[in-house]
């Protein structure tokens, strides 16, 4: 699964990488300076450098779209913001259903949440790499111990996942107040990690992880006027798995509230995982 990662850029610096147009302005709930924790938790961060972004935070991503003004024209990359953790346009209120913040690749065309989404609203989460928990042996307290692992790129790039999108509105009726929507009732765009089944050595810590897609896919992937490859949706190839970095790291990361690079320090790994990777 993917259910926690970093990034370490911004949306004007993405937008300036790819080529493509910057459509994140102003974006509310940045959770700076809340700092009772149970509420930074709940209050989506604004889109940009994050060290511990977490479901319902506002994260950055890539779609390709026509001009409104131009609509004959190809395509365009664009840098949008949404909500992590999808709202299917038919939802009637945000919040009430299950945080949809992963899809499973194998079954996304046949999901009544994710179906009108995979056939033209496909995107790219950027990320310098996620974390997962790996289960052991019990604890004191009886229950398994989970050890946080950071993975990124061996190369120190950035690692774009597969993702999908939807808009939702509030019902008309609904208009007089945000009801979770944002503010004045505004439209929400949100987002969904596709996750596939873990290769190489990522199976050592998770039987899952989150689809990599390698620029020469992203053409395909992100095109509004056409489905994707049915092959897309298989999991990453093994030169692309073997090309990720694998480090124990502190579990600081357990808590939203912690978000310093800190939290992408490797640490000494237990003794009885040393030999893990």
């Known amino acids: 699964m993917c259910g926690r990662f970093a990034v370490t850029t911004d949306p004007a610096r993405l937008a300036a990488e790819l080529d493509a147009v910057d ?53 365009a990359l664009r840098i949008r913001a949404m909500r992590w953790g999808l709202v299917p346009a038919w939802s009637k209120e945000i919040g009430k259903g299950p945080l949809l913040f992963n899809a499973r690749a194998e079954t996304v065309t ?14 790219l989460v950027p990320m310098d790499g996620w974390y997962e928990w790996r289960k052991g042996g019990a604890g ?3 229950k398994p111990t989970k050890t946080p692992y950071f993975m990124s790129p061996q190369d120190g790039s950035r690692v774009f996942m597969a993702g999908l999108w939807s808009v939702w509105r509030p019902r008309a009726a609904d208009n ?5 929507s944002g503010q004045n009732g505004a439209p929400v765009l949100s987002c969904t990690i596709i996750t596939a089944d873990a290769v190489g050595d990522l199976r050592g ?28 949706l298989g999991p ?10 694998i ?7 357990n808590k939203v509230a912690n978000n310093s690079p800190d939290l992408l320090a490797p640490v000494e790994p237990h003794p009885e995982q040393g030999t893990l990777l």
């Open 205 to 232: 810590i998770h039987d899952r992880m989150p689809l990599i897609m390698p620029f020469e896919t992203w053409t395909e992937w992100l095109d509004p006027d056409h489905p994707a490859p049915t092959e897309l």
């Open 110 to 123: 046949e999901k009544s949440a994710f179906r009108a989404s995979v056939k033209s609203r496909r995107c």
């Open 236 to 245: 990453p190839a093994p030169d692309v798995a073997a090309a990720i970095d």
């Open 140 to 142: 004191a307290d009886g």
């Open 176 to 180: 007089g107040g945000d009801g979770g």
């Open 247 to 253: 480090r124990e790291v502190s579990t600081l990361v």
């Open 23 to 75: 459509e994140v302005s102003t974006v509310t709930g940045s959770t700076d300076d809340v700092e009772d924790p149970a509420e930074r938790k709940e209050a989506p961060r604004t889109p940009g450098v994050n060290y511990n972004v977490a479901p319902t935070s506002s994260v950055m991503t890539v779609v390709a779209r026509h001009s409104h003004d131009h609509p004959d024209d190809d395509p």
